[in-house]
């Protein structure tokens, strides 16, 4: 492995890294939307939703990613390889962020929320200030452990095209015939980032327990 | 609150449901409705090559720039075609069915040509010879002739004509009273080496200028064997009737040859020229 083969799987790092960054980013608000829709039972949209996350939650993100990238241009919408992989992850992961939003809107104490009304605030904002801040806490984990997996998940990208960390290391393999040293160093990438987002978990955590102390 | 799942779906939304399960379903079948584009409209928008990126000594990707075979070639197409070219490097899963649904115009990589692909490709002159051989651990020593793969356990590539043409190696063995072993896929070549280094597999099967690469980049692990496959050729595909595109191909391949870079950019990759490859070939398998 020469240093241009580290170079290269480094910039498959920040392939994987912009990636999942951009459908993470776009990927939780919908999802919170979604389960937004689903929770205040919009008539109808909240039908459509569940039916969007029940087919989304089965089918597989390769299998997904496949039909989107063919199927797409026959009915007339041109998509390359970089955007069909983001509107694979987007879709994927909103559906399941959705049911961990759901989770916690469904848990959230009905009292607050009579009582939020009871003072006159209006609908956006008893959301704002009541709901959302409480159910951001109980989603967290859940929602880091769904970035994680779309984390890991985003090696089967490559079947469009797209070099991420892994398939920049198969490809060095398939050069040098020496498969072992370009996966070690693969692995070794995906713990870092991983970590990262966990850290960022750790540090909203401890600065929202910090702020309820001081209330 | 709604607690919903497809079955408990109330007769509206189950209406709902089934629609849009039925709208995913068919949206494969519009897949066989596009028409591969014609020369005038490449001409427009420039030529959408596909390329692989781990089929060395085709094509494959060194420090980040793609190199082989093919891609030399195409850094000559660039200069023929009286139109830009456009590549897309990726694996070799989406390629043929990319080719076949209109997406890239044409696979430049060693597509072997089969009777079976050729009911959905057309495939341009032969770009090598590619009879199929066997490759070995050098120090197993249970293997020197093709009577000895009998119930040997086999690697090659998913979806690939060498698995295809499994069955002609199954025939010269049970001449000799011997039978083809278990069969294991893979969806590319370097894992399948890599499991022949490592002993799950006895052999691999591809052709003859892959194992001569991999057998003269790592000498003291594998070894060549013996031819397991009758006449066998790859070549570039193009989607089924679309003979402007195939002829332009055609073109540039018999100047290629004709100026003598097709068999120097044989010689560079694969060790030897083809003189005498057929400008068509109609597959037996």
Same mark, same amino acid.
């Given at each position: 492995?020469?240093?241009?083969?580290?170079?290269?799987?480094?910039?498959?790092?920040?392939?994987?890294?912009?990636?999942?960054?951009?459908?993470?980013?776009?990927? &939780?608000?919908?999802?919170? =939307? *979604?389960?937004?829709?689903?929770? !205040?039972?919009? +008539? %109808?949209? #909240?039908? $459509?939703? @569940?039916?969007?996350?029940?087919?989304?939650?089965?089918?597989?993100?390769?299998?997904?990613? &496949?039909?989107?990238?063919? =199927? *797409?241009?026959?009915?007339?919408? !041109?998509?390359? +390889? %970089?955007? #069909?992989? $983001?509107? @694979?992850?987007?879709?994927?992961?909103?559906?399941?962020?959705?049911?961990?939003?759901?989770?916690?809107?469904?848990?959230?104490?009905?009292?607050?929320?009579?009582? !939020?009304?009871?003072?006159?605030?209006?609908?956006?904002?008893?959301?704002?200030?009541?709901?959302?801040?409480?159910?951001?806490?109980?989603?967290?984990?859940?929602?880091?452990?769904?970035?994680?997996?779309?984390?890991?998940?985003?090696?089967?990208?490559?079947?469009?095209?797209?070099?991420?960390?892994?398939?920049?290391?198969?490809?060095?393999?398939?050069?040098?015939?020496?498969?072992?040293?370009?996966?070690?160093?693969?692995?070794?990438?995906?713990?870092?980032?991983?970590?990262?987002?966990?850290?960022?978990?750790?540090?909203?955590?401890?600065?929202?327990?910090?702020?309820?102390?001081?209330? | 609150?709604?607690?919903?799942?497809?079955?408990?779906?109330?007769?509206?939304?189950?209406?709902?449901?089934?629609?849009?399960?039925?709208?995913?379903?068919?949206?494969?079948?519009?897949?066989?409705?596009?028409?591969?584009?014609?020369?005038?409209?490449?001409?427009?928008?420039?030529?959408?090559?596909?390329?692989?990126?781990?089929?060395?000594?085709?094509?494959?990707?060194?420090?980040?720039?793609?190199?082989?075979?093919?891609?030399?070639?195409?850094?000559?197409?660039?200069?023929?075609?009286?139109?830009?070219?456009?590549?897309?490097?990726?694996?070799?899963?989406?390629?043929?069915?990319?080719?076949?649904?209109?997406?890239?115009?044409?696979?430049?990589?060693?597509?072997?040509?089969?009777?079976?692909?050729?009911?959905?490709?057309?495939?341009?002159?032969?770009?090598?010879?590619?009879?199929?051989?066997?490759?070995?651990?050098?120090?197993?020593?249970?293997?020197?002739?093709?009577?000895?793969?009998?119930?040997?356990?086999?690697?090659?590539?998913?979806?690939?004509?060498?698995?295809?043409?499994?069955?002609?190696?199954?025939?010269?063995?049970?001449?000799?009273?011997?039978?083809?072993?278990?069969?294991?896929?893979?969806?590319?070549?370097?894992?399948?080496?890599?499991?022949?280094?490592?002993?799950?597999?006895?052999?691999?099967?591809?052709?003859?200028?892959?194992?001569?690469?991999?057998?003269?980049?790592?000498?003291?692990?594998?070894?060549?064997?013996?031819?397991?496959?009758?006449?066998?050729?790859?070549?570039?595909?193009?989607?089924?009737?679309?003979?402007?595109?195939?002829?332009?191909?055609?073109?540039?391949?018999?100047?290629?040859?004709?100026?003598?870079?097709?068999?120097?950019?044989?010689?560079?990759?694969?060790?030897?020229?083809?003189?005498?490859?057929?400008?068509?070939?109609?597959?037996?398998?």
């Amino acid at each position: 492995m020469t240093g241009g083969d580290v170079l290269a799987i480094l910039q498959g790092a920040v392939v994987t890294v912009t990636l999942s960054l951009t459908g993470i980013l776009i990927g &939780l608000p919908i999802g919170l =939307a *979604l389960a937004v829709l689903r929770w !205040a039972d919009v +008539p %109808i949209v #909240a039908r $459509i939703v @569940a039916v969007y996350v029940s087919i989304l939650r089965a089918t597989p993100l390769v299998t997904l990613l &496949l039909l989107l990238f063919f =199927a *797409l241009p026959n009915i007339g919408i !041109a998509i390359g +390889p %970089i955007s #069909a992989a $983001i509107l @694979a992850l987007v879709m994927n992961t909103a559906a399941f962020n959705c049911e961990v939003w759901r989770a916690a809107l469904m848990n959230f104490p009905k009292d607050q929320y009579e009582a !939020a009304q009871s003072v006159g605030m209006n609908a956006a904002l008893r959301f704002r200030r009541i709901v959302l801040p409480q159910i951001v806490r109980g989603s967290l984990p859940g929602l880091v452990n769904e970035m994680s997996l779309l984390i890991k998940v985003t090696p089967v990208l490559a079947v469009v095209g797209v070099v991420d960390i892994t398939r920049a290391a198969v490809r060095i393999g398939a050069e040098t015939y020496d498969p072992l040293p370009p996966f070690l160093v693969a692995v070794a990438l995906y713990a870092p980032i991983v970590f990262a987002l966990v850290s960022l978990q750790r540090w909203i955590e401890r600065r929202q327990s910090k702020a309820e102390a001081a209330a | 609150m709604t607690t919903c799942s497809l079955v408990r779906l109330n007769s509206p939304s189950r209406r709902l449901a089934l629609g849009l399960l039925a709208a995913l379903f068919a949206m494969p079948a519009l897949i066989g409705a596009t028409r591969a584009a014609g020369l005038d409209e490449i001409k427009k928008r420039g030529l959408i090559v596909a390329t692989e990126d781990d089929f060395r000594p085709f094509e494959f990707v060194k420090d980040g720039t793609p190199t082989g075979f093919d891609n030399e070639l195409i850094e000559d197409m660039r200069k023929y075609a009286p139109f830009e070219i456009k590549q897309q490097i990726l694996p070799w899963t989406g390629i043929l069915a990319g080719v076949s649904t209109g997406k890239y115009d044409v696979a430049i990589t060693a597509a072997i040509i089969t009777k079976e692909r050729k009911q959905s490709l057309d495939f341009t002159s032969p770009i090598a010879d590619a009879t199929h051989y066997y490759v070995k651990r050098k120090d197993d020593k249970s293997i020197s002739s093709i009577k000895d793969l009998n119930g040997k356990t086999v690697g090659v590539q998913a979806g690939s004509a060498l698995l295809a043409r499994l069955p002609e190696l199954g025939a010269m063995l049970e001449k000799e009273g011997g039978k083809l072993g278990k069969v294991v896929e893979y969806t590319s070549y370097p894992e399948a080496y890599q499991d022949l280094a490592l002993g799950r597999v006895d052999y691999v099967v591809n052709t003859v200028i892959n194992l001569q690469t991999l057998v003269a980049e790592k000498p003291a692990v594998f070894e060549l064997g013996q031819p397991v496959s009758g006449k066998s050729f790859p070549a570039w595909a193009v989607a089924k009737g679309n003979t402007e595109l195939l002829e332009f191909l055609n073109g540039f391949i018999a100047k290629e040859k004709e100026n003598g870079r097709f068999a120097e950019l044989q010689k560079k990759w694969f060790g030897q020229d083809f003189p005498n490859l057929p400008v068509a070939f109609e597959p037996e398998f």
